[in-house]
């Protein structure tokens, strides 16, 4: 069977597991700061003392410690429940981790999700000025792929990959390398 020269050579199927310390650690980095905020409400609450007098003599100043209370609450409870969701994944009993295969990339990543991304969806360039030709002779160090995903243009795939895995940018590029220039070729 004969190949042209656009058509891209099978790659490789690699998987990425989620680094779970590294979540670990992000989770516990949430956790903290969410405790910081809740503790900080509830000191402050705490420290008003009497609420009915304060009410009585000066009103709408309780009401705008209680709307700062209110959303130092709310964005602890935010954080609080995003650490969560990354301590759950740490903690997942499944195995976690990102499948990249010829045909897609497909992420399982427990509390956060499966997502499978086809490489058809997926827009891949590198930096202006870069010479696709050369792209095989540079080091895995030398440049960050751009991978944006065709339906949601605001989200960097490359960059959410590394987030969720953990795996460091050299690890990742040399993973997604054959992929990414076998889709840059095909554009």
Do not use: N
Request: hydrophobic content about 50%; charged content about 15%.
């Amino acid at each position: 069977m004969m190949t042209s020269e656009t058509t891209p050579a099978p790659s490789p199927e690699t998987r990425i597991p989620v680094d779970r310390i590294h979540v670990f650690v992000k989770a516990l980095w949430r956790l903290l700061i969410a405790a910081a905020l809740l503790g900080l409400a509830w000191l402050l609450g705490v420290l008003i003392g009497d609420w009915s007098l304060f009410w009585r003599e000066q009103p709408v100043t309780l009401l705008a410690i209680l709307l700062f209370l209110a959303g130092l609450s709310i964005i602890g409870a935010v954080v609080a429940f995003g650490g969560s969701r990354w301590l759950a994944l740490a903690c997942w009993p499944a195995p976690v981790g990102v499948q990249i295969g010829a045909g897609a990339i497909d992420a399982a990543l427990g509390p956060f999700g499966s997502v499978m991304i086809p490489w058809t969806r997926l827009r891949c360039e590198v930096a202006e000025g870069f010479d696709i030709e050369m792209l095989s002779h540079v080091g895995d160090d030398a440049f960050t792929p751009v991978m944006r995903d065709a339906l949601d243009p605001q989200r960097d795939v490359y960059a959410w990959l590394q987030a969720h895995t953990g795996a460091d940018p050299e690890t990742l590029t040399h993973t997604l390398r054959p992929h990414f220039e076998a889709r840059m070729r095909s554009a």
